[in-house]
Nanobody, 121 residues
Framework: QVQLVASGGGLVQPGGSLRLSCAAS????????MRWYRQAPGKQRELVAS???????NYADSVKGRFTISGDGAKNTVYLQMNSLKPEDTAVYYC???????????????WGQGTQVTVSS
């Protein structure tokens, strides 16, 4: 089974920065996309940023210009650099990977456990 471990969350002041990491392990043949979602209490989970195997990236309007998604050359780790953080960025951030487990399989989606980001004075 594919395992995604998200880390890097914590408590920061408004205007501060955090860098989230998501490490993937297991038998992965290829990665199609890596995504970051977030969910605040009482709200629906929303897509924050995504990166495809073609190195294209997309961001939610609320984080454009502040967040950057990136990955390493092995495609087994994805990062989310978060700058100019605002209180409304407070949420549990989840990593999602869309991968192929073998050459002949279709793409499957896997989720990390989530990491808490709190932006407060």
């Amino acid at each position: 089974q594919v395992q995604l471990v998200a880390s890097g969350g914590g408590l920061v002041q408004p205007g501060g920065s955090l860098r989230l990491s998501c490490a993937a392990s297991g038998s992965i043949f290829s990665v199609h996309a890596m995504r970051w979602y977030r969910q605040a209490p009482g709200k629906q989970r929303e897509l924050v940023a995504s990166m495809t195997s073609g190195d294209s990236s997309n961001y939610a309007d609320s984080v454009k210009g502040r967040f950057t998604i990136s990955g390493d050359g092995a495609k087994n780790t994805v990062y989310l650099q978060m700058n100019s953080l605002k209180p409304e960025d407070t949420a549990v951030y989840y990593c999602n990977a869309e991968v192929k487990l073998d050459k002949y399989s279709t793409y499957s989606s896997f989720w990390g456990q989530g990491t808490q980001v709190t932006v407060s004075s």
